[in-house]
């Protein structure tokens, strides 16, 4: 079923809680270091804006388990959206309590209110139903935009969605069609290439996509697994050897249904990452002992343009080597240039492959750079994501459970005077 959209609603004189990703870097400076999470969630609150709404914005940032730790505040993502938006953003000190209650209750329409980290409450990640229900006190709707949790089973993401009238916004709607696109419908040859640490981390993509692709192309720490599945010898280079069965597995399967499963030929190797001592190439797919493979070598390259020249679809997921160390990144930087050349329908999924195409300049070059790393990898599986899920269909509103909504009262006017310090106005930067 297709989700309820933001097109569907009526927002005027609205109260909308927007739970947006903003768990970007934030730099030692403390300022936004990149602001892609950010600039895509502007379409859909200048149409809430502009349908007479007033938006409170709701985000995670980092690990704080559950405790209020300072550098992982919204601060600076409410500074950067001011900017971007040159609109002000309001910003209270905490998520749910007197602060944030006071500061909704007085929130007008065309204002905009950032809370403060949600996971600085434990009962965020518990999914937990009191936590979410004090969040759906404050909205009249809530919209659901933050693509790269929906596979988190979170109070803010899913038991939310309980208590409010909803729907996707403009973010999730545009990741879901791009990647359902290619999952469903791809032009042939469609190929996928696979990189990162961690066979475990792939082995549901990896079988879902036997069934769909006609090439599998696979680099990074993974292929070593893979590699020892052979037979060959890999150094000290990381092996999952509880995996090297299920391997082998996947390499049979892949050559039961014809899928061609493309691995390193040759291997950039060095004795330690850190040092660089030594920096080689293996002539084949053995690394000599005490080595470690760090990234795919030239004749590896070549056997991936043939395949990456020929598709018309690509889907590409995870880093081929070490590509935050410059001497280990040309294996990627070379095969997102060659991705970047492809006319076809591109996709790359998020986290460090989203990272690596927007670092080397190339995301205006991609059909789609995807927002999300581990919820593109759970869709890539053909997963439900639990945020999308808890969003009703279109056109087929669910009756909500009631919820009061906040209202003055003593506990909400209590504001003490280091909270009054911190909530304040954030203004757009003035030219």
Not at 47 to 65: D, W
Not at 251 to 268: E, F, Q, R, W
Not at 271 to 294: A, L
Not at 318 to 346: C, D, H, Q, R, W
Request: hydrophobic fraction near 35%; proline fraction near 3%; aromatic fraction near 6%.
């Amino acid at each position: 079923m297709k989700k309820q959209t933001i097109r569907t609603i009526d927002f005027s004189g609205k109260k909308v809680l927007l739970r947006v990703d903003f768990n970007v870097p934030i730099n030692e400076f403390g300022v936004v270091a990149n602001d892609k999470r950010i600039k895509e969630e502007l379409p859909t609150i200048n149409y809430m804006l502009a349908k007479g709404a007033s938006i409170i914005i709701i985000s995670h940032l980092g690990r704080p388990e559950g405790k209020v730790v300072k550098k992982y505040s919204l601060i600076p993502c409410a500074k950067r959206l001011a900017d971007l938006l040159h609109h002000d953003v309001k910003f209270a000190s905490d998520c749910v309590g007197p602060v944030a209650n006071k500061m909704v209750q007085n929130l007008k329409p065309g204002e905009i209110l950032m809370l403060e980290n949600l996971r600085f409450q434990p009962e965020e990640e518990n999914d937990d139903e009191n936590f979410a229900k004090k969040l759906a006190s404050y909205a009249d709707i809530y919209v659901n935009d933050a693509f790269g949790v929906c596979h988190r089973k979170h109070a803010s993401i899913h038991a939310v969605a309980k208590y409010l009238p909803n729907a996707i916004g403009f973010l999730i709607e545009k990741e879901v069609k791009n990647i359902s696109q290619v999952l469903n419908n791809p032009d042939k040859p469609f190929i996928a290439i696979l990189g990162g640490a961690k066979v475990s981390d792939k082995l549901g993509v990896i079988s879902s996509l036997i069934e769909k692709c006609d090439a599998i192309l696979i680099g990074g720490a993974m292929a070593y697994t893979f590699l020892k599945a052979q037979g060959y010898n890999v150094g000290k280079s990381k092996v999952e050897t509880d995996l090297i069965e299920t391997a082998k597995d996947i390499l049979n399967k892949a050559n039961k249904k014809g899928v061609k499963i493309v691995l390193p030929v040759d291997n950039v190797y060095t004795n330690n990452i850190k040092t660089k001592k030594i920096v080689k190439t293996s002539k084949t797919q053995e690394i000599p002992d005490k080595m470690i493979g760090v990234d795919i070598g030239k004749k590896t390259l070549k056997l991936f343009k043939q395949e990456i020249k020929k598709a018309k679809t690509i889907l590409w997921n995870g880093p081929l080597g070490i590509f935050e160390e410059k001497m280990f990144s040309k294996g990627t930087y070379k095969v997102a240039k060659m991705v970047s050349k492809n006319k076809g329908f591109t996709v790359v999924g998020g986290g460090d492959s989203a990272s690596a195409i927007i670092n080397m300049g190339f995301e205006n070059k991609i059909s789609h750079v995807s927002t999300g790393g581990g919820a593109s990898l759970k869709m890539f599986e053909g997963k439900v994501l639990p945020g999308i899920d808890a969003i009703s269909n279109e056109g087929e509103e669910k009756k909500k459970k009631t919820v009061s909504k906040v209202s003055k009262t003593k506990e909400t006017s209590k504001e003490t005077s280091k909270e009054k310090k911190t909530n304040k106005t954030v203004s757009k930067s003035k030219k």
